[in-house]
């Protein structure tokens, strides 16, 4: 049974045919929490009509999308109970959490406190649980948040299905990795805008932050992570790569730069041209940023009882969509779906363009761009990445980019720290030998 693979122009594109797969037409974030509850309720009440059926495992644009349950062992155990319906439930899960990669550690660790790649990885054991009494998987980007190394993965349970003569449809976005394929990758950035240079001081001092137990709505043993730089004071060129294995602890050093975590001890410290202030970040899944409103309910509430700062942020919101959109017309038309029309705000793009631009209207010392190429065709990232920093230099914001495709940013990075644990379990940031 071959991989049918299938390309998209952008994060909307690539919704569509999932839907047109699957069924399931997932609620546009963008768009506010009032039409989500709206399209909801009426999404509910047509999807199980008469005749309709999904025999479907999927994963979806955003893969956490795909859990209702708060720690992959309530995940796995219902997948499990409804598909194969077992007796040794509880030994069945550790062995599918296993297969996948994922520590026992990780069964009753809330889903919410798990990296982008281990977010995939239990969408595959949760794919594998399902079988054989489905008959398809869909899969959109399916290697996106996975260093190579965890590949092996994806090509388990790729076996597994074509095993049980299964179908699996892939649906990536233009210029996404994926060496099945055969696919030359577009050529590097050839298209970097004039950025002004700006060094940044990182300074650790040997920060510890705990997470205590948790009870309810499922257990969770207490935990820790601990942080080291080597040396203690890094000096840096931005913009600044942050690389590491998955579930290493990237997002959760970088919300310690942000303050949005406080460490137990120790002490993170961020200096740039704008002094030593917290660092702000634009996530992961940044939609969740919007705060439950659409982009322009948003928009309208920066900075609403500062009307100097309100007009700042619009003028800088014209200025980057602008020169995003000056640079894809460019290269190509096409790739202007990611920006939507110019009159309206409702992509995924332009819903990144504004959160940037709140950020650097506020001044921090460092902007994070958490997995900035999530949701974006890789020609459609590099413009948005690269005239983020060109308008956050020119503010005196450092850039730092947490990534998995560090080899995308070659002709754009000035420097880079690696994370890494070492063997007394401590997550130790070192610099590249070209950022030292």
Known sequence: MSVNVERFVSFEKQNEGFTELTELDLLPTTAGRLRFYRELGEWATNYHQEGSSLKTAFISP???????????????????????????????????????????????????????????QLNFAKASASLPSIDQLVACSPLYWLNDSKYVYWENLVSEYQEHEKSIEVLLLTGERYPYEGLTLPAKNNYTAAIDDLDWELCIESTTIEFPETKFPSYCPKFEISFEGNPNTLTLSSPTLITGDNGVGKSIFAKLMAGILRPTSGAIQVTSKNGKTPARMLFQHSTMQLFGMSIEAHSKSIFQFDKGKQKEFRRLYKEIDGDIRNLL??????????????????????????????????????????????????????????????????????VAIITHQSDWWDTLAKSEISLAKSEDSKVVITPSEESQ
Not at 83 to 109: D, F
Not at 345 to 374: C, F, H
């Open 62 to 120: 955003n893969p956490s999308q795909g859990f209702c349950f708060p720690t992959p062992f309530d995940v796995l155990s219902s997948a499990l109970m409804l598909h194969q319906n077992p007796e040794n439930i509880s030994s069945l899960v550790m062995e599918y959490l296993s297969k996948s990669g994922l520590t026992e550690s990780k069964a009753h660790q809330p889903i919410t406190t798990l990296s982008g790649g281990e977010i995939l």
């Open 329 to 398: 017309s460019k290269i190509g038309f096409d790739y202007l779906d990611a920006l939507g029309p110019a009159d309206s705000t409702s992509t995924l793009l332009q819903a990144n363009i504004a959160l940037v631009a709140e950020r650097i209207i506020g001044k921090p010392s460092l902007l994070i761009l958490d997995e900035p190429t999530w949701g974006l065709a890789r020609i459609v990232s590099e413009c948005f990445v690269t005239v983020t920093c060109k308008y956050a230099h020119k503010n005196g914001l450092a």
